[in-house]
């Protein structure tokens, strides 16, 4: 079966730093862009940053740019997600997800295949 899977997820306190990794099984996401979405308690899920196919387009919501990178790696099918200077509000279920083709944006309803989360804590 298809699917996505996340890892690097913790616990960590404000000012610290997380690298999340996402992971291809059964399909290569060179096809793919894809998104980190993530979703904190009582809240929608809200779109983080996203990455076209190539890695050569990167975008990035108001309230993480300058604190998170977003990566590829093609040939070890994985994307990551580099955040640092985490704050409280940071707090959520982190999702990666992919969109068939070249570009996608911020947008849910934009991608096809989802992966199960992670849980990055921002406490202290």
């Known amino acids: 079966q298809l699917q996505l899977v996340e890892s690097g997820g913790g616990l960590v306190q404000p000012g610290g730093s997380l690298r999340l990794s996402c992971a291809a099984s059964?399909?290569?996401?060179?096809?793919?862009?894809i998104g980190w979405f993530r979703q904190a308690p009582g809240k929608e899920r809200e779109g983080v940053s996203c990455i076209s196919s190539t890695g050569a387009t990167t975008t990035y919501a108001g309230s993480v740019k300058g604190r998170f990178t977003i990566s590829r790696d093609n040939a070890k099918n994985r994307v990551y997600l580099q955040m640092k200077s985490l704050k409280p509000e940071d707090t959520a279920v982190y999702y990666c997800?992919?969109?068939?083709?070249?570009?996608?944006?911020?947008?849910?309803?934009?991608?096809?295949?989802w992966g199960q989360g992670t849980q990055v804590t921002v406490s202290s």
């Open positions: 059964g399909f290569t996401l060179d096809y793919y862009a």
């Open positions: 997800a992919a969109s068939f083709g070249v570009l996608a944006g911020l947008g849910i309803s934009e991608y096809d295949y």
